[in-house]
């Protein structure tokens, strides 16, 4: 990718840092889709995965490569660590890609190097040139990180990167790894690379950050400030931790600020020139996308994207807006693609709309997942008088996370009321076409049902999580269910939604059941060595 000062890259990792937000794992057909509404966003860079984590990681990243890398769409990148191992594994993967990259890391604070590697400083700067060097002579484009940049000694970080650069790096990043500096610094830290390292013209200036102390999106605009190029984010900012800088803020800061930033970029001041290549108007429908998939809420007030972002509670902001918009409004609700829908659908609408309508809110869907997908749409208009596109949204999520499923929910059936102790009959069918059938007793209906599911499914489990939700507004609107089951450390996340919110409770917990599951069956890459563990992967 050519280095061009007057742009900033988007590089997403919402499928890689992303996914390690707890309970947040997605099956290969959910990473697909959201990999496919990345492109139409027009994302430069698309993290798709740690190949060498684990088998299931490995063919995520080669199936998107194949499916997402065209030669017009983004660069696939893999991460790997500079292990020759990694490296060899994440080159097979991203190999059906057009435009690819491997993405490889070391620590390069004293505290890593002491108490991690174990390694000296001068160790770790022969093993950055060795696998910086080796990836180079697989791939045209390397991105080399040090990780824990944040908290490094500077002058020995400018040793690294020089050594990297040399080796082939065409991308340096500099992560803050533990959500540690703040803006001031972080600038600081990026002029000083750009000033002590006499080979950085060859090279793109990356930043990577956390957003422990919710300074991410700030840290990342000062970099930019002080010469970075490209951001690495993810979709609503889901992440270890408290997340990453989030894609939608950083964008949207870039567009609606862009005459502040262009003369850092070395731009006119008065230049409308975009800063990015992101189509803004596709930000909010990824951005539901991605919550549905993962089970990850996005909070009301959450900027850009939030449900309380484009709403006024306030009488002198209504009068205001009515007014005129640009009183109390900086973004324009349609420049992220929130509008009102174009196709209204009910019991009456046919195929070709439905699945035009799932087309604009970023969803394709195979023949056999479309047929079943709209049995379930005409089963819910029969139940609604009009179908919402949060309503169509938790139809696909669900069709979705049945992908790979070793349980699908039958039945589930319950009684309850005052004088009734709650009972719930619940039968599975498997993946390979047994039924299963329990009956057991709760505190509560869904709770008879949980206790029905676990006695079938026979997998110890801690249910951590519970929330229900209203999709939509009405007496009749779907229950949304989002829980989350902890095993062996692991969380595990669940997500269905219903009219009948037991329903919706059952379908959630299978899907979590399916997917840990899942966890547990993956099998080793190579026969003589396992898929890493939790504590092993990376901590960019």
């Given at each position: 990718?050519?280095?061009?000062?007057?742009?900033?890259?988007?590089?997403?990792?919402?499928?890689r840092?992303?996914?390690?937000?707890?309970g947040?794992?997605?099956?290969?057909?959910?990473?697909?889709a959201i990999?496919?509404?990345?492109?139409?966003?027009?994302v430069d860079?698309?993290?798709?995965?740690?190949?060498?984590?684990?088998?299931g990681?490995f063919?995520?990243v080669?199936?998107i490569?194949a499916?997402?890398?065209?030669?017009?769409?983004?660069?696939i990148c893999g991460?790997?660590?500079?292990?020759?191992?990694d490296?060899?594994?994440?080159?097979e993967?991203?190999t059906?890609?057009?435009?690819r990259?491997?993405h490889?890391?070391?620590?390069?604070?004293?505290?890593?190097?002491?108490h991690?590697?174990?390694?000296t400083?001068?160790?770790?700067?022969?093993?950055t040139?060795?696998?910086?060097?080796?990836?180079?002579?697989v791939v045209?484009?390397?991105?080399?990180?040090?990780?824990?940049?944040?908290?490094?000694?500077?002058?020995?970080?400018?040793?690294?990167?020089e050594?990297?650069i040399?080796?082939?790096?065409?991308?340096?990043?500099?992560?803050?790894t533990?959500?540690?500096t703040?803006?001031a610094?972080f600038?600081?830290?990026?002029a000083?690379?750009?000033a002590?390292?006499?080979?950085?013209d060859?090279?793109?200036?990356?930043v990577?950050?956390?957003?422990?102390?919710?300074?991410?999106v700030?840290?990342?605009?000062?970099?930019?400030?002080?010469?970075?190029?490209?951001?690495?984010?993810?979709?609503?900012?889901?992440?270890e931790?408290a997340?990453?800088?989030?894609?939608?803020?950083?964008?949207m800061?870039?567009?609606?600020?862009?005459?502040?930033?262009?003369?850092?970029?070395?731009?006119?001041?008065?230049?409308?020139e975009?800063?990015?290549?992101?189509?803004?108007?596709?930000i909010?429908?990824?951005?539901r996308l991605?919550?549905n998939?993962?089970?990850?809420a996005?909070?009301?007030?959450?900027?850009?994207?939030?449900?309380n972002?484009?709403?006024?509670e306030?009488?002198?902001h209504?009068?205001?807006?009515?007014?005129?918009?640009l009183?109390?409004e900086?973004?324009?609700?349609?420049?992220?693609g929130l509008?009102?829908?174009?196709?209204?659908l009910?019991?009456l609408s046919g195929?070709?709309?439905?699945?035009?309508?799932?087309?604009?809110?970023?969803?394709?869907l195979?023949?056999d997942?479309?047929?079943?997908?709209?049995?379930r749409f005409?089963?819910l208009?029969?139940r609604?008088?009009?179908?919402?596109d949060?309503?169509l949204?938790?139809?696909v999520?669900?069709q979705?996370?049945?992908?790979?499923?070793r349980?699908?929910?039958?039945?589930?059936?319950?009684?309850?009321?005052?004088?009734l102790?709650?009972?719930?009959?619940?039968?599975?069918t498997t993946?390979?076409?047994?039924?299963?059938?329990?009956?057991?007793?709760?505190?509560?209906p869904?709770?008879?049902?949980?206790?029905?599911l676990n006695?079938?499914?026979r997998v110890?489990?801690?249910?951590?999580?519970?929330?229900?939700?209203?999709?939509?507004e009405?007496?009749?609107?779907?229950?949304e269910?989002?829980?989350?089951?902890r095993?062996?450390?692991?969380?595990?996340?669940?997500?269905a939604?219903?009219t009948?919110?037991?329903v919706?409770?059952?379908?959630?917990?299978?899907h979590?059941?399916?997917?840990?599951?899942?966890?547990?069956?993956?099998?080793p890459l190579?026969?003589?060595?396992?898929?890493?563990?939790?504590?092993e992967?990376p901590?960019?």
């Open positions: 990718m050519a280095k061009d000062p007057g742009r900033v890259l988007i590089f997403d990792t919402t499928l840092d992303g996914e390690q937000s707890p947040a794992s997605l099956n290969l057909e959910e990473k697909l990999a496919h509404q990345l492109a139409r966003l027009r860079i698309i993290e798709a995965g740690f190949p060498f984590a684990s088998p990681d063919n995520a080669q199936r490569a499916a997402v890398g065209t030669p017009e769409g983004p660069v991460l790997a660590r500079a292990a020759r191992g490296i060899k594994a994440c080159a993967a991203v059906p890609a057009a435009r990259r491997i490889t890391f070391i620590a390069t604070s004293d505290i890593h190097l002491e991690k590697l174990r390694k400083r001068a160790e770790v700067v022969a093993i040139a060795e696998m910086v060097a080796y990836a180079r002579s045209e484009d390397v991105e080399f990180s040090c990780e824990d940049a944040g908290r490094s000694d500077p002058h020995y970080l400018y040793e690294v990167i050594a990297a040399r080796a082939g790096a065409t991308t340096i990043n500099i992560p803050d533990v959500g540690y703040t803006p610094e600038g600081g830290l990026i000083g690379i750009e002590h390292v006499p080979n950085i060859q090279a793109v200036i990356s990577h950050g956390h957003n422990d102390l919710g300074l991410a700030a840290n990342f605009l000062e970099a930019v400030k002080n010469g970075a190029r490209q951001l690495e984010c993810t979709i609503n900012g889901i992440g931790r997340g990453n800088a989030s894609l939608e803020e950083l964008v800061a870039l567009h609606v600020r862009r005459a502040y930033f262009n003369p850092f970029l070395g731009r006119e001041a008065g230049s409308t975009p800063l990015t290549g992101v189509r803004t108007e596709e909010y429908k990824t951005s991605v919550s998939l993962t089970g990850m996005v909070q009301p007030n959450k900027a850009i994207v939030g449900a972002a484009f709403a006024h306030s009488g002198i209504q009068d205001g807006v009515l007014k005129n918009r009183t109390y900086i973004v324009d609700a349609r420049t992220i509008a009102d829908n174009r196709i209204s009910g019991k195929r070709s709309a439905f699945r035009a309508r799932l087309e604009d809110l970023g969803y394709t195979e023949r997942d479309l047929d079943e997908a709209f049995a005409k089963e208009a029969d609604k008088r009009e179908i919402t949060r309503d949204e938790a139809i999520s669900d979705a996370q049945q992908t790979e499923a349980y699908v929910l039958k039945l589930v059936q319950v009684s309850t009321g005052t004088n102790r709650p009972t719930a009959t619940v039968t599975l993946s390979d076409g047994a039924e299963l059938t329990e009956a057991a007793i709760g505190t509560g869904v709770d008879a049902v949980y206790q029905a006695s079938l499914a110890p489990n801690e249910l951590v999580e519970f929330s229900v939700k209203s999709v939509t009405g007496i009749d609107a779907m229950g269910v989002t829980i989350r089951l095993h062996q450390g692991v969380l595990y996340a669940g997500h939604a219903d009948d919110i037991v919706a409770a059952a379908q959630a917990f299978v979590a059941l399916n997917r840990l599951v899942h966890g547990i069956d993956r099998q190579h026969p003589q060595k396992a898929s890493l563990p939790v504590a992967l901590r960019l």
